[in-house]
């Protein structure tokens, strides 16, 4: 009988060490992922894709809008051109043709409105995407006797000095773009003309003396 219950304790001890070790061993093993991590881990990568979409789309309205980061003024203590009596410029005459005459912008022109001018045409021509002008390369031309409109004065811009003395001296313009100054009473509105033969692409804009914008029309069909 004594040795039957020295076995049955035995064994009772046997069965509990092992429990014991078991239970060890699936504690140490199986430890659980805290929940609020991984809701954290996934809020971060979410916010880091929000950031990464905002700042692809600030960048492309950066360069959409890459004209209008221009700011020019709109008047100034000069007058728009300088003129003699008869309306023509009184500096010397640079180039003719039959129906055209040609100034040099400086000493015509004032400063702060060829400002206005090429900030103006940059806008049309990234509408139509076409390269930015330069405010070095500026011709101012005089309709004569000869042409349509006698007397019109208009702007003349172009990308680089080389561009504007191979349009108005070789007549090669593949690209042109011009401002033709429209009176209308006291005021002058603009007239922005733009072409690019390769593409067979005319562009046509008014710009009021109050700033309004008319969309594809000339200043001339302007009330």
């Known amino acids: 009988m004594r040795i039957q219950k020295f076995y049955f304790l035995f064994l009772l001890l046997l069965v509990s060490a092992l429990l014991a070790c ?14 609020r991590n991984a809701q954290t881990e996934t809020s971060s990568s979410q916010a880091t894709d929000k950031k990464e979409e905002v700042a692809a789309d600030n960048n492309e309205d950066s ?8 700011r020019p003024p709109t008047s100034g203590k000069d007058p728009m051109l300088t003129l003699g009596k008869d309306k023509r410029p009184l500096t010397e005459l640079v180039h003719t043709n039959p129906k055209l005459d040609y100034y040099e912008c400086k000493g015509i022109v004032a400063d702060w409105f060829l400002e206005l001018l090429v900030a103006e045409t940059n ?3 990234e509408l139509v995407e076409l390269p930015f ?3 070095n390369a500026c011709i101012v031309s005089v309709g004569t006797d000869k042409s349509l409109m006698p007397g019109r004065i208009s702007v003349n811009l172009f990308t680089t000095p080389q561009e504007l003395k191979s349009c108005i001296k070789g007549n090669i313009c ?3 773009r011009s401002i033709n100054l429209v009176e209308k009473g006291k005021a002058l509105r603009r007239s922005y003309f733009i072409s690019d033969i390769s593409r067979k692409l005319v562009n046509q804009n008014c710009v009021t003396e109050k700033g309004k914008l008319h969309k594809d029309i000339t200043c001339y069909e302007v009330e």
């Open 174 to 176: 593949p690209v042109f």
């Open 22 to 35: 078991s239970e060890d061993k699936v504690e140490s093993k199986f430890k659980p992922i805290p929940l």
């Open 133 to 135: 002008v330069n405010f």
């Open 123 to 125: 806008y049309f021509s």
């Open 63 to 70: 360069q959409a809008l890459k004209s209008l980061k221009a």
